[in-house]
């Protein structure tokens, strides 16, 4: 039996290596283009593509799946299931139809909420105290399959993005596992959503990143927290923008009378107390325009920000 495995962050390699240790036949990897980082901007291949190639399975990489030439190219691996686990890409039909075991994805959220390309970010940002996965067999819609199984991921109070990523790699593979049999034998559930209930998780843009001082502390916190360590939170001070890295809650917070939110209230080698919607928040990672991320005591030391500045 072939398997076709589609995906490209971190987080679908405990999904691809499981495959490869249960003894699956893995055909062919499909990934996302290679693309340039860092500041030097060096060409560097997807986490996916670096697992596959570890194990000598052929990589595609095509720019878009719904290119005839990309599909003309799974079409020759003969799957006859298709894994695919935080790709990148819708697949057209002529993809979707192509596996006699369907093509199965493994989602980071508790479908039908969060479907769509940031589910995982967006249930920090919103406060949401569980997440999990869903595997499900894939349709047109986005992320509207039929469900197979779920399991439940507590997001804890400390947790960033790419904390949650990582607890959610090692379940979806670990589902994946446990299910793999049921489908191939025919066994598995397959359980409709109910579309009344679902919600849209969006790629974020650079306006998420930007800092509302008159939400409520903890909004802000979690904004802030749902954005790491692929961006930081920013505002403006002094005109140019100031990146903040972390956040936490002052205890107590209390609204101060006369006070905008934004305003810097208090500083001290703890970090920069600013004013919010309800209380205020203690800036403890920033980078200024045009510096390395540091401490915010390190920042401190050099005078610049004075008590009674807004930053807007």
């Not at 502390?217 to 972390?246: C, D, M, Q, Y």
Request: include cysteine.
């Amino acid at each position: 039996m072939n398997i076709v495995f589609m995906g490209t962050p971190q987080f679908a390699v405990p999904s691809l290596e499981m495959l490869i240790e249960e003894g699956y036949r893995v055909a062919g990897v499909v990934t996302q283009p290679d693309r340039p980082q860092g500041r030097k901007k060096i060409l560097t291949p997807t986490p996916v593509k670096e697992a596959a190639l570890k194990h000598g399975i052929p990589v595609l990489q095509p720019q878009r799946m719904r290119a005839p030439e990309a599909v003309a190219e799974v079409v020759a691996l003969k799957p006859d299931l298709i894994v695919t686990a935080a790709y990148g890409q819708i697949l057209p039909k002529a993809v979707l139809e192509l596996p006699k075991f369907g093509c199965l994805n493994v989602h980071g959220s508790l479908l039908p909420k969060y479907r769509g390309g940031a589910p995982i970010q967006r249930a920090i940002i919103n406060g949401e105290k569980d997440t999990g996965i869903t595997l499900m067999y894939m349709a047109e819609g986005l992320d509207t399959g039929d469900m197979i199984a779920k399991t439940v991921v507590p997001i804890e109070a400390d947790d960033t993005s790419g904390s949650v990523f990582e607890k959610l790699s090692v379940a979806g593979a670990q589902l994946l596992r446990e299910q793999l049999p049921l489908i191939l034998e025919g066994r598995a559930d397959r359980i409709p959503q109910n579309d009344a209930e679902s919600t849209y998780a969006p790629n974020l843009s650079r306006d998420d990143e930007k800092i509302d001082w008159s939400a409520d502390s903890e909004s802000i916190r979690n904004r802030v927290r749902g954005l790491l360590p692929f961006a930081g939170g920013f505002t403006l001070w002094n005109g140019a923008v100031f990146k903040v890295w972390e956040v936490k809650k002052c205890e107590p917070s209390g609204k101060r009378d006369g006070q905008a939110p934004g305003t810097v209230v208090g500083l001290s080698d703890k970090g920069i107390e600013v004013q919010t919607g309800d209380g205020s928040v203690l800036l403890t990672r920033i980078q200024p325009a045009g510096k390395k991320a540091m401490d915010a005591s390190e920042f401190l030391r050099g005078g610049q920000m004075k008590p009674g500045e807004v930053l807007s």
